[in-house]
């Protein structure tokens, strides 16, 4: 159905002549417009539409369904209400706004598509609650294991068990972006200091060395599927925020069009 | 009295509740730190293996010293030595951990330790996006209200209460540039849309560009728009047709696009009938060919919507507007034949001039005699003269059209004939005198000739011997009731007005009664035969230049016409030999656009290009030389 409005659409675009040439402002452009303007108050009402779930004829699934195929369709829509006349104005603005919307939205979709199968795929048999004890059972026995350990031994240990941040922020989280972690680091620092140790110190650091090795790779597994996670929920971080500006941008485009008229 | 520390160690447990275990160190000092051998031991990593050593200092008094780097906190202040007052209960702070001292019984100090908390386990929404970032809703708010307020509050209320903004938020509005012409308005919203929510009218528009403004309003509007910042005057429109005759001559809405379109135009308070509905601003400029895209900033002027064709008006026009006298031209192919303005007689007070059309073969009186084949035989004696006059009198060769008409400053069109200019080299007005003295008769009205001769003979000049074509002998009509005041005077007059005298070579000479008894027929000459076409005659194709042009012998019948009561305008037949015709057909094929000839503002010219509107617009008026009026 959105495919042949948009063909109807384009198709007329192209066939019936506008004088002097297309824009928002010829018949044509107000109807593409308006039908754009309508689409996007619809498609925004998902928002509330999905906080109750129906099955039958107007399902849930199949109004997200709708809302996929009509929100691509605005792409053609908008591009021919604009005809093709851009500027810095808030009318262009309520138009980028809108795409990116959609891109959002189409990365959503593949995100949803995707994603789901490769989280389940990482994760295995293995629950987050599980993934996250794991971490903390290791934990316990660092601490454990670091009691004998002086004050600058322990301090190492102290850095793997106080400062490492599992997840992160936004971006950390969406591009896998651990190359300080704290437990690397700890990893590291040992190395140096193992050099001169010796009798039962050199034992413990070799014992602390393994669980921290273990914990770097317990890290490795929770932070995929942090990451994996993040895109899976990134997008909607720009979908809804975005959404909301653009039916402020577009009310204000509408509403400037007939203030100066 | 006992020595002893007793030490309580509370235990929190995960469900809540306390595990307290109670013992007794019976000696001097408590031994704090990580290490095993402590009598308190902290297993927190931050604490030293040795960490810090409790001392009994006097009765009810404990002194708390750092072994190591590590120091304590002491009551939440960081601490490395202190004495104690027990029963002030200080707590003093390890690591995870907190011991606080009070006094028991017998002299006893009583130490608690408990762990503040237990490490804070990780919870499963660590793995949610939600966990780290603000709230999408709060975010999405926010996002929403900032647009809201910069992109229309801001602006809608600096339009409404803010007459002069240093910024100009609502310029955001503007969907695209204004053209050249307009643009020095761009900041000043207000100047076009002077209502919110009322579309720009007409008087808006015709607040620079009214026409027939008096000298002092016209003054007025420059300096306006000077101040304003204007790069040129206001252009005067004139007016196709009335406002009445516009809207009652078009066509009217079509079944059902255009009713449905004009509901709208109506609902929305958006009348179509505006000068904006055709001259569109803040449109993109059009790049123009072989300019790169993106070069062009803005239009010269604002772009034409054309609501109707020309050809949708003028196709049945009589029965939307019985009064006209135009004829319908829906297409090109179907323009009807040329009507003329002929004068039909130049006699009279004022001429009798009528619109016939080309092909009833009209005859023309313009009360002059003039055989065009004459003058432009190459065999014949007025090319004969012409040679002899020479390169430096403007002749030289045989006559030719341009010999006597002569192009105007545009080229279009071309000058009015005038006798001593256009004739007199050979028709020489000259009567007396010679070589640098020669004397002219004044040319245009009898009175200031006869006037001319007696206040010459008066003086005692005389005839002179060979003056141009001065034929002898008396025409009898020469009355001499008056009587001239000089019998030479009314020689010369005689002269000139005589059947085969100077006068007559080109006048119908009529005898009256009185003095001077003669009357010379009114000539009227037209100027513009074809007042609302604009043709022009500087175009190359229309000067035979290049291949398939026509030159003026193509047109115009000159070198055949015997009369000047032949009328020597082609009809539409002959432009469309060349307009509307494909380059297969003629190498001169041109285009045929109503506004090739017909200008919508100016129905007498063509339409004017961008460059000819700036260029009038510099000069001030788009007003030409008025043409001959029915």
Not at chain 2, 277 to 297: M, Q, Y
Not at chain 2, 469 to 483: D, K, M, N
Request: charged share 20%; hydrophobic share 40%; glycine share 10%.
């Amino acid at each position: 159905m959105a495919t042949l409005l948009c063909v109807t659409l384009t198709a007329a675009y192209f066939l019936i002549d506008v004088r002097p040439r297309h824009s928002g402002g010829t018949w044509m452009g107000y109807s593409l417009g308006a039908l754009g303007a309508a689409l996007i108050v619809w498609l925004a009402l998902l928002g509330v539409r999905k906080r109750a779930v129906t099955a039958g004829h107007y399902s849930l699934k199949a109004w997200v369904s709708a809302h996929v195929y009509l929100g691509l369709s605005l792409t053609v829509i908008a591009t021919l209400h604009t005809g093709f006349q851009f500027g810095m104005n808030v009318h262009t603005l309520a138009y980028v706004l809108m795409m990116l919307v959609i891109v959002s939205g189409l990365f959503g979709v593949w995100a949803y598509a995707s994603l789901p199968n490769l989280l389940s795929a990482n994760r295995g048999e293995t629950t987050r609650r599980q993934m996250l004890d794991a971490l903390a059972t290791l934990d316990g026995q660092l601490h454990e294991a670091a009691q004998p350990l002086d004050r600058d031994m322990a301090a190492i240990v102290r850095l793997s068990l106080e400062k490492t941040d599992i997840a992160g922020g936004y971006w950390q989280r969406v591009f896998g972006l651990y190359g300080g972690c704290a437990n690397d680091r700890a990893i590291e620092r040992l190395a140096r200091a193992r050099q001169g140790a010796r009798g039962p110190e050199a034992e413990t650091l070799a014992q602390i060395d393994a669980l921290l090795r273990k914990k770097a790779e317990a890290l490795a597994f929770a932070r995929r599927q942090v990451r994996i996670t993040a895109l899976l929920e990134g997008w909607t971080f720009v979908h809804v925020p975005m959404t909301f500006a653009l039916l402020a941008a577009l009310t204000a485009h509408i509403v400037s069009v007939f203030f100066y008229w | 009295m006992a020595q002893e520390f007793t030490l309580r160690l509370i235990t929190r447990q995960a469900g809540g509740g306390e595990i307290v275990r109670t013992r007794k160190v019976e000696f001097q000092d408590v031994l704090i730190g990580r290490g095993a051998e402590n009598d308190i031991v902290l297993d927190d990593l931050s604490v030293d293996l040795n960490h810090a050593k409790i001392t009994r200092a006097s009765p009810g008094r404990v002194t708390v010293e750092a072994e190591g780097a590590g120091g304590f906190t002491l009551d939440g202040r960081e601490a490395t030595r202190a004495q104690l007052d027990v029963a002030g209960e200080p707590r003093l702070g390890f690591g995870g951990y907190d011991l606080v001292l009070e006094p028991g019984e017998d002299g006893e100090v009583v130490i608690t330790v408990t762990q503040r908390e237990e490490p804070h386990a990780e919870s499963v929404s660590l793995f949610s996006l939600k966990a780290q970032i603000f709230g999408r809703r709060r975010m999405a708010w926010i996002y929403g209200l900032i647009v809201f307020a910069m992109c229309l509050i801001v602006p809608a209320a600096g339009a409404l209460f803010m007459d002069h903004m240093t910024i100009h938020p609502d310029k955001q509005w503007s969907s695209g540039p204004l053209s050249k012409s307009h643009a020095f308005l761009e900041d000043d919203c207000q100047a076009c849309h002077q209502k919110a929510f009322v579309a720009v009218r007409d008087e808006t528009c015709l607040s620079c560009h009214q026409t027939n403004l008096d000298q002092a309003a016209t003054a007025r509007l420059a300096t306006r728009l000077k101040d304003e910042g204007s790069p040129n005057a206001a252009l005067a429109v004139k007016e196709h047709a009335t406002h009445d005759e516009l809207l009652k001559g078009a066509p009217p809405p079509s079944f059902p696009g255009g009713m449905i379109k004009a509901g709208f135009q109506w609902a929305f308070n958006h009348p179509a009938t505006r000068c904006a509905s055709c001259h569109l601003e803040h449109t993109a400029p059009i790049p123009e060919e072989g300019t790169p895209e993106g070069r062009v900033k803005r239009a010269a002027t604002p772009e034409l919507a054309e609501p109707f064709t020309c050809g949708e008006c003028h196709d049945g026009l009589k029965k939307r507007l019985p009064a006209t006298d135009l004829l319908d031209t829906p297409d090109w192919g179907r323009h009807p034949g040329f009507r003329p303005l002929v004068t039909v007689s130049a006699k009279g007070e004022k001429a009798d001039v009528r619109r016939i059309a080309v092909s009833a073969h009209p005859r023309e009186d313009s009360g002059v005699i003039f055989p065009h084949r004459l003058h432009l035989d190459p065999l014949g004696g007025p090319a004969r003269q012409a040679m002899q006059l020479g390169a430096d009198r403007g002749y030289g060769g045989t006559l030719v059209c341009a010999s006597c008409h002569r192009p105007d400053k545009t080229g279009t069109g071309f000058r009015p004939i005038e006798m001593e200019r256009d004739c007199s080299s050979c028709h020489s007005l000259a009567f007396a005198g010679s070589g640098a003295n020669l004397k002219f008769l004044p040319h245009g009205q009898v009175d200031k000739v006869v006037a001319g001769l007696e206040a010459y003979y008066a003086g005692g000049g005389s005839p002179s011997a060979g003056s141009g074509r001065r034929q002898p002998g008396e025409f009898a009509g020469l009355s001499t009731v008056q009587g001239p005041r000089s019998s030479a005077a009314a020689a010369a007059l005689r002269t000139a007005f005589a059947p085969a005298g100077i006068c007559s070579d080109c006048h119908t000479i009529q005898r009256t009664g009185g003095w001077p008894g003669v009357r010379v027929e009114a000539v009227k000459l037209t100027d513009r035969f074809l007042p609302r076409g604009g043709f022009d005659h500087s175009i190359g194709a229309h000067r035979g230049q290049g291949a398939g042009a026509f030159a003026c012998a193509d047109c115009h019948k000159a070198a055949t016409s015997d009369t000047a009561q032949d009328f020597l305008i082609p009809d539409v037949a002959k432009c469309a030999s060349c307009h509307g015709k494909t380059k297969a057909q003629t190498p001169a094929a041109a285009s045929a656009d109503c506004s090739t000839c017909h200008s919508f503002h100016r129905p007498s010219g063509p339409a004017l290009t961008a460059q000819d509107k700036l260029m009038e617009a510099i000069r001030g008026s788009w007003e030409t030389a008025p043409a001959v009026r029915q």
